[in-house]
């Protein structure tokens, strides 16, 4: 493909050159534009692609909708939860606001059977005269697609290199396959993260289901060798057992799965969909469903195998906790080290630090029941929690994997969540800064970075408006450059603030400021810089739209919010570099005196009403970026929640499991003159005496994880986010999980401990 290095495009007229060329069986230009779609229900920022017949010739799911005539010639196609989200059927029209232009189109659906994957896309598709038109792109396209006949392709790359004459990109068609994937990598290692958490978790509720019923499988085992069975027949009946339970419960944990992911993770979040013309179409892979299916089936297996001890014998002895203990100090120790030399890595500390969690839970066991007993001594008051306390004297197998199940989730849970809100607070911080340039932003709407360009109002008429003060040109769009698509911004050279404090790194931030003013220089994101090896006072080369421009690099920086980086130099080098005067922002000052909204309506009626221009105040504009930041992490709370829930709802199974099997036991307490109230409350005590051992390790295992993680994200991501520690959020977490667990066992615990004293002599 060849594509253009700004949203100005290229003449049309070099299609026809590239399909000349010898070695080229066809090639069909497109022309893609950010555009806002207002309907009755809403409005929508996306993409806009303009498409002509030839691309049929090229394949793909547009071929039959292309193959007779121009099918999108009469306005726009878009899929059905793009109409739903405006309010518009098929057939009726809605508003285009383009180039700051706005007009009514007309809009016809794309139902699943005809459009394919286009159909789930949150892009429209139009045709390129059309787009053309719409986008104030006369003869202008922006990408154009190249088949090449097969072994010519060196040939003909070397051809378009030529034709491109340095002016436009030439690389494969899946460039922008890998762009996104960078855009999205931050993300995509988080969710690994929680995928390998929730993994833990799982086997964990597994192993802890199992010692629940390893007493009574070695009475049945017992039973059955007695009456002649080999040794070979229960581990068959038990492996026959498992396998069924697992494909159950595999089967039903892949249906649970699936409605998650239609009902809460099927949209398409909008910081991506001005930069990418991506769609919620999913991508169905075998390979982890199988995965899924195939571990769940195996952690129920391993009921079959288990040789462990009976009930009575299953203590872990101090020798071993202490052990354990060490092992875990050396764990954190070793991931520590790992994380600070190659904070890429850092994942997989995340996954040693749980590990750690449970391995210190024999010694946080035996430190918790002498301090309770400490506590409690002889007072006949609290002689229900003297009951409890002949539980967990010992520490047996059964409460560690109780216990660590809380302490895996509420690590997780504390780790990723305070990793998550020092993003937010760093972009937050980023935002008023990057907008306290202006009273007024005017833009084209929309949630987006800034960077769709305009052509300019009539900027005499607004300057001698009575509430304006001053009008500045902000220019700004993407530059790809390898796998990055990189945010080029165009910072007025009178602006107030050229460079927000919070994303300042490697320079001083005056010196950059007075040389961004000058000219020649730039800043860059310090992961940008790095992989082009240039450091401050280096010069810095930009494959620009008017070619290859070099400029001294004054400061490094933060990625001021958009993963793959960004680089600033001031407009008028921008205009240079880019080849047009085109504002993609206007920050305008108001006179003093003037309000917010009279500021607002007089820019409105300046502008005119024909104006395809949103003009926001201050307030409504950082309002629109805090949104637009935290859909980049949305994810994260999410799974973060689904996660927390889960192993609350696992360690309350696990109680009620446990109260159920002690019946005899409580049975006999009731002999000695306990009352059913008395036995309640013991359970209760007992159970939040391991829910609350298990979420103290999570909880300082978590604050760790947490500072670790936020190292990781400013490393990995170039977002500013400082740590900072919140004691609700980590009250919060703690809480929840005890408070789930504790209410959902008090129901069960009632019923067993209302078992009869008769009960006692069953064993």
Known sequence: QVTARSDQGFDQRLAAEIRALDGVEDAAPLLRSNVMLVGPDGSRSTQMVGVSPTLAALGGELGPILADGDALGTGLAVSEGVAESLGVASGGSVELRADGRARMVPLSVLSPEVGGALAGSGAVVTSLRLAQRYANRDRRVSQVLVQTISGRRPAVERELERLAGGFANVTGVDAELAALRQATKPNDQSTQLFAAIGVMVGWLISFNAMLFTVAERRRFVTALRLEGASPRQPLT????????????????????????????????????????????????????????????????????????????REEIAPRTGRFLLWTALAVVAATTVVAVAVPAVTIVGGITL??????????????????????TGSTSRLNMLSVALMELRGPTTRGVALTAVAAVAVYGSVAIGGARDDIVRGLDSHTRQWLSNADLWVTT??????????????????????????????????????????????????????????????????????????GGWATASAAFANERGVEVGDRLRLPTPTGARSFRLAATTLNFGWIPGAVTINNRDYADAVGTVAPSALEVDLAPGTSAEAGRQAVEAALGPASGLTVQTRAEREAQYYDFGREGIARLDQIAALLLLAAALAVACALAAAAWQR?????????????????????????????????????????????????????????????????????????????VALAVSAIPGWFAAGASARASFSE
């Open 237 to 312: 009946i038990l492996g026959f057992e498992a396998l069924l339970l697992g494909v159950l419960a595999s089967g039903f944990g892949l249906l649970l799965g699936e409605l998650l992911v239609r009902l809460i993770f099927d949209d398409v979040p909008d910081y991506l969909a001005f930069a990418f013309p991506v769609g919620s179409g999913r991508d169905f892979q075998p390979s982890i469903v199988v995965l899924c299916f195939l571990g769940g089936v195996l952690a129920a297996g391993l009921d079959a195998f288990y040789r462990g001890q009976a009930e009575s």
């Open 445 to 518: 709407g929309g949630q987006d970075l800034m960077i769709n360009s305009f052509t300019a109002p009539d900027l005499d008429r607004l300057r001698a408006a009575e509430a304006v003060a001053a009008v500045r040109v902000h220019r700004g769009g993407f530059l790809d450059i390898g796998d990055r698509r990189l945010w080029l911004i165009g910072r007025p050279v009178d602006s107030p603030t050229m460079i927000p404090a919070s994303q300042m790194l490697d320079g001083d931030i005056e010196q950059a400021t007075a040389r961004l003013r000058a």
């Open 663 to 739: 019946r005899p036991r409580l049975a006999a307490l009731k002999i000695q003159g306990a009352t059913r109230t008395q036995l309640w409350r013991a359970m209760l005590c007992e159970a939040g005496v391991l829910v609350a051992i298990g979420c103290t390790v999570g909880l300082t295992l978590g604050v760790y994880g947490h500072l670790l993680a936020g190292r990781f994200v400013r490393s990995a991501t170039g977002f500013a986010s400082p740590f900072t520690l919140q004691a609700d959020e980590l009250l919060l977490a703690g809480g929840f999980v005890a408070v």
């Open 354 to 375: 749980a590990v750690a969690a449970m391995l210190v839970m024999p010694v946080a066991f035996r430190f918790a029941a002498g301090w309770l007993e400490r506590v």
